[in-house]
């Protein structure tokens, strides 16, 4: 697994159950499915998925961490299903008192990994769904084979662990990334959230005895979702 690869990827296994019942899925356009081998880090039902998923105008929503505001725009015309089962997830309390895991400083990508109430990078909602990849990024001018795009500073977008494996876990960008365009790109971080996100990656990440500079890693500034709450704009 590659440097790049291992910040943005979440754990995955089977999805078969251990009586070899079918996971349930919904019958919408998002099918929301199931993980019997990777049950919810908190208990939380699948989302709805109505036929006509909401795909126009944002949803602002309030992040407090213990760092500073984490302002952030979901997008549902880029990303419908991922916009609902976000706030889904919000409306639970799903994020509620968790801790950003995970933050990078490569030269060429520099992210904040969140989502994950076990703060492992295995956790997620006992659910996965399809991906909504960007197809407006452009390339990214630190790759000269054309592959990688530009994932600007700001933006915001899902981990996964491969193909159609969206659950919880979510990077935000505080420099701009190269990344191939493998992450469903969902909305973006306002003014306060990118201090609050240079105030984070200002503070560096935790030494191990591995490696004493490293450059992902857990972050020095613990840094904990204290709330997550969504609201609707036109």
Do not use: W
Request: glycine share 10%.
């Amino acid at each position: 697994m590659t440097a790049l690869a291992a910040v943005l990827v979440v754990s995955s296994g089977s999805v078969a159950s251990a009586s070899g019942a079918p996971p349930r899925t919904t019958h919408g356009p998002c099918e929301y499915t199931q993980t019997p081998d990777e049950p919810a880090a908190r208990r939380v039902p699948l989302p709805p998925d109505p036929r006509n998923t909401p795909s126009h105008g944002t949803v602002r929503t309030a992040v407090r961490t213990n760092q500073g505001p984490l302002p952030l725009r979901l997008d549902r015309a880029k990303a419908p299903c991922t916009v609902q089962s976000f706030v889904h997830l919000a409306r639970h309390r799903f994020y509620d008192r968790t801790v950003c895991h995970r933050l990078t400083a490569y030269p060429t990508l520099k992210v904040l990994q969140c989502g994950d109430p076990t703060s492992t990078g295995e956790g997620g909602p006992g659910y996965k769904y399809k991906d909504e990849l960007p197809v407006d990024l452009p390339p990214a001018p630190s790759d000269p084979t054309g592959v990688r795009r530009l994932y600007g500073r700001g933006l915001l977008a899902m981990a996964n662990a491969g193909p159609n494996t969206n659950g919880s876990q979510f990077f935000v960008v505080y420099g701009d990334s190269a990344l191939r365009p493998n992450y469903t790109v969902f909305g973006t971080v306002g003014a306060a959230g990118l201090k609050t996100l240079d105030k984070i990656a200002a503070g560096g990440i935790q030494p191990t005895a591995q490696d004493p500079a490293p450059v992902d890693g857990t972050p020095v500034l613990r840094t904990e979702l204290l709330s997550v709450r969504p609201s609707c704009l036109p």
